[in-house]
């Protein structure tokens, strides 16, 4: 059997701000759903792809992965953990040739995306498809969506290219200097 492509799209949003009374009890969901999933996901795949390599998993965060809000406080953590973790799948599956890809959409057109009240700049869901679609062809681990998040993007650039996707081994021997 070979799967190459999955995307791990399943999430869900409790709009919880930081003094909400069951603020624990709804990140206590959103990580079941949005972090745990990741890893299950991974997990569940991970024999096929060692025995195979290659393929592209793809882990739909946010930008909330980089960028909490109080509105949904606890959501913004599961995002940021989830985006913990997908870094560390990249690295570890880079041998295998495995390209893992972290999908940033800001506001999208979906029950979700009207949940949070940014419905007036929320992009259609098909963008979302396209956006990973290209990722893919060129082979790119971070994948923003629409211009709210391509806007995020411009700033987080430097970062995520010289640390996230930068050579870790490199920074480490130049502070051994
Ligand atoms: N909408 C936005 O503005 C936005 C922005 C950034 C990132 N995202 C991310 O985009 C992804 C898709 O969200 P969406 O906007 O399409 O939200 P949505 O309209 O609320 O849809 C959520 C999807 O997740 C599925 N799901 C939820 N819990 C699940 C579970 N336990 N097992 C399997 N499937 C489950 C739902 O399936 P059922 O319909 O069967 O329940 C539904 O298909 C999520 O990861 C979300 O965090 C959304």
């Not at 991970?46 to 195979?52: L, V």
Request: proline share 3%; with cysteine.
């Amino acid at each position: 059997m070979d799967v190459e492509i999955v995307i791990n799209n399943a999430g869900i949003m409790r709009m919880k701000m930081a003094f909400d009374r069951d603020l624990i009890d709804a990140l206590a969901d959103e990580l079941r759903i949005n972090t745990f999933g990741l890893m299950r996901m991974a997990q569940a795949f991970a024999p096929i792809r060692q025995k195979n390599g290659g393929g592209a998993p793809v882990q739909i965060n946010s930008v909330a992965s980089v960028r909490a809000s109080a509105a949904f406080a606890t959501y913004c953590v599961s995002k940021a953990a989830s985006y913990s973790i997908t870094q560390s799948l990249k690295d570890q599956l880079a041998d295998q040739g495995t390209l893992v890809v972290s999908v940033y959409p800001g506001p999208t057109q979906s029950d979700m995306g009207t949940a949070t009240g940014f419905r007036q700049i929320a992009v259609p869901a098909g963008e979302v498809a396209s956006t990973v679609c290209g990722a893919i062809d060129a082979r790119a681990f971070h994948a923003w969506v629409g211009q709210f998040a391509e806007l995020v993007s411009e700033s987080y650039s430097v970062f995520s290219q010289t640390v996230v996707e930068g050579d870790m081994a490199a920074i480490r021997d130049k502070a051994f200097l």
